[in-house]
């Protein structure tokens, strides 16, 4: 295979090949990057500005200006290969990256600052996803198409005929096998680079160490039982210092979702 060389219009190609613009979500994204890596501050900055003073769209002719201005030769390869990761996060997280450096509302501090770094945070994380049927199917499609990497799912039941109107990670050759199952390899055919595991049993056989490694947990379950079971495990992990505060690592957010007939919430 032949090597791209490293010059302001391979860069800028690198970012878009099928475009003379730049969208300000990329762009924004490149200069976040370039501004954690050594000797390229100046020009993650004034990329940077160029992104926010624009509207949607930066010509690349601007970028390579700014680019031939501030970098030298010997920093050209370096700034291609931040441009290639950009360019491939920026395919994976497309969906995600307004919600990611939005501003919240002033009645809700998160303590989340909005930054295009969010993305990078967004891969680690690990979510449950408990439930594989009409909600499940569409949690562990959104979770995937939205860039999360590490899921695990839990589901007890099998898949029946009756499932295939609405739960479409499922085929009429899959009834009767496990639904965690057959939801996470189609996760993974689809998704490529996600890794799913699977568990076909119920949630109360997992012990307190498990629920530990989750970042948060989304439900899509269909009993009550099972709902007020699982948020009395996460709310049992949570430790509080002698003030009787709780410690926020300790905290897993929980996530609920039901519906019934044509209504859901």
């Not at 613009?21 to 990057?33: D, P, R």
């Not at 949630?203 to 269909?222: H, M, N, S, T």
Request: glycine letters at 6%.
């Amino acid at each position: 295979r032949r090597t791209m060389a490293a010059s302001p219009q391979s860069i800028v190609q690198t970012l878009n090949p099928s475009s003379t613009n730049i969208s300000t979500q990329l762009l924004g994204l490149f200069a976040s990057m370039l501004s954690s890596q050594k000797d390229s501050e100046t020009v993650a900055s004034k990329l940077t500005e160029l992104a926010e003073e624009a509207e949607g769209q930066v010509p690349s002719s601007d970028i390579v200006s700014i680019l031939e201005e501030s970098c030298d030769q010997k920093s050209y390869q370096d700034i291609l290969s931040t441009a290639k990761i950009a360019a491939k996060r920026s395919k994976n997280y497309h969906s995600m990256l307004p919600f990611l450096t939005r501003t919240g509302h002033e009645d809700f501090n998160s303590g989340m600052e909005p930054s295009l770094n969010n993305v990078e945070e967004l891969a680690k994380k690990v979510v449950l996803c408990v439930g594989a049927g009409g909600l499940g199917c569409e949690i562990l499609k959104n979770l995937a198409l939205s860039g999360i990497k590490n899921i695990v799912v839990i589901d007890l039941d099998t898949i029946d005929l009756s499932n295939l109107n609405r739960q479409f990670l499922f085929r009429k050759k899959d009834v009767g096998k496990a639904k965690a199952q057959v939801a996470a390899e189609f996760i993974k055919k689809r998704c490529k680079g996600v890794n799913i595991t699977w568990h076909c049993q119920k949630i109360q056989e997992f012990d307190d160490q498990f629920y530990r490694q989750f970042d948060i947990v989304i439900a899509g379950l269909d009993n009550v039982k099972a709902r007020l079971w699982l948020n009395s495990k996460l709310y049992s992990l949570i430790e509080f210092d002698e003030d009787g505060e709780a410690d926020p690592d300790t905290i897993i957010p929980l996530v609920d979702g039901g519906s019934e007939g044509f209504k859901g919430q």
